[in-house]
């Protein structure tokens, strides 16, 4: 099993551009989300999945959208990066949620940089 | 204020000796906790979990809760230079919540 993998591992975006981070896992996992990591700020959600179809907003949203039409795909799609969406993406997976007994796995991340 | 406050560190500590990780939530609606470290330019893997006041212990891992202060705490013994990362706590407000809330990481270094 590859587990949780992300695609690019890193990207150099200008103002204004648009871009898909890909996500996928092959553990057929019903729970998918999505964080970002900055210095100082910890890990924040910014959308999860609780199956395919299905997807609710995280703590930030902004700016950033996604889909689930398969169990084992969740993309993250940047409308029209901003500097401030500058940072460590990581996508993760687990068995049915967030709460006890439900690991959530970690893919590599994706580091992204808005100039 | 924050929900969940963590020291960022960096902590330094020779190897060997016994490392105390902390963090203190303002939420007392939180009834899990959960410990992931990081290791540099990799994703977190969670360590440990608890769903109650107490210890709960793993190998040389220790976690221990205390929901009255609102205070949970890591404790690694025989601390190794393997044991140098990322530790981040996380906690959520029951067994079957969609989301959880991450503290920020504190930075640990061990000195071989």
């Known amino acids: 099993n590859a587990g949780v993998t992300q695609t690019p591992k890193f990207q150099v975006l200008k103002t204004g551009q648009s871009m898909t981070l890909q996500c996928a896992q092959d553990m057929n996992h019903e729970y998918m989300s999505w964080y970002r990591q900055d210095p100082g700020m910890g890990l924040r959600l910014i959308h999860y999945s609780v199956g395919a179809g299905i997807t609710d907003q995280g703590e930030v949203p902004n700016g950033y959208n996604v889909s689930r039409s398969t169990t084992e795909d969740f993309p993250l799609r940047l409308l029209s990066a901003a500097p401030s969406q500058t940072s460590v993406y990581f996508c993760?997976?687990?068995?049915?949620?967030?709460?006890?007994?439900?690991?959530?796995?970690f893919g590599p991340g994706t580091r992204l940089t808005v100039l | 204020q924050k929900e969940v406050e963590q020291d960022p560190g960096p902590l330094s500590v020779p190897e060997g000796a016994i490392v105390s990780l902390n963090c203190t939530y303002s939420?007392?609606?939180?009834?899990?906790f959960m410990w992931y470290r990081q290791y540099s330019r990799k994703g977190p893997e969670l360590l440990m979990y608890?769903?109650?006041?107490g210890n709960k212990e793993d190998g040389r891992f220790t976690a221990q809760v205390d929901k009255s202060s609102k205070y949970i705490s890591l404790f690694i013994r025989d601390s190794q230079p393997s044991d140098s990362a990322t530790y981040l706590c996380?906690?959520?407000?029951?067994?079957?919540?969609?989301?959880?809330?991450f503290g920020s990481g504190t930075r640990l270094s061990i000195r071989p």
């Open positions: 996380a906690m959520g407000k029951d067994s079957s919540a969609s989301k959880i809330i």
């Open positions: 993760a997976s687990s068995r049915s949620g967030a709460g006890v007994g439900n690991e959530q796995f």
């Open positions: 608890t769903y109650s006041s």
């Open positions: 939420n007392s609606a939180f009834q899990y």
